[in-house]
């Protein structure tokens, strides 16, 4: 059964840096989609990057690209975040979730879209 443990979060401040990881046990990542979410408080879900590790494939939300790198390493099973020059309403709720649809046959952004989700690691940015 596939288990997916996020860590790496915690207090940054206004433009610095946070790498995040995304473990997971019970499959392979490599013929998954992983996509961050992220949940501030009184919004949705919002999809953040995207990897289809088989092919290294990434997507990001306008708002992160330049800043965000995701990328996914095989032999640990495990995917990650590095979030630099991060700003105060990054504040959220940090989530990785998967699912194995072939790519292009879902929303890459759709929380619905994915079907196994991990706990969530919260990030603060703030001075």
């Known amino acids: 059964q596939l288990q997916l443990v996020e860590s790496g979060g915690g207090l940054v401040q206004p433009g610095g840096s946070l790498r995040l990881s995304c473990a997971a046990s019970?499959?392979?990542?490599?013929?998954?989609?992983i996509c961050w979410f992220r949940q501030a408080p009184g919004k949705g879900r919002e999809g953040v990057s995207f990897?289809?590790?088989?092919?290294?494939?990434?997507d990001y939300a306008d708002s992160v690209k330049e800043r965000f790198t995701i990328s996914g390493d095989n032999a640990k099973n495990t995917v990650y975040l590095q979030m630099n020059m991060l700003k105060p309403e990054e504040t959220a709720v940090y989530y990785c979730?998967?699912?194995?649809?072939?790519?292009?046959?879902?929303?890459?952004?759709?929380?619905?879209?994915?079907?196994?989700w991990g706990q969530g690691i919260q990030v603060t940015v703030s001075s």
């Open positions: 979730a998967v699912t194995d649809w072939p790519r292009g046959t879902f929303v890459l952004d759709h929380p619905g879209s994915y079907a196994e």
């Open positions: 990897i289809t590790t088989s092919n290294g494939k990434t």
């Open positions: 019970g499959v392979s990542l490599d013929r998954y989609t």
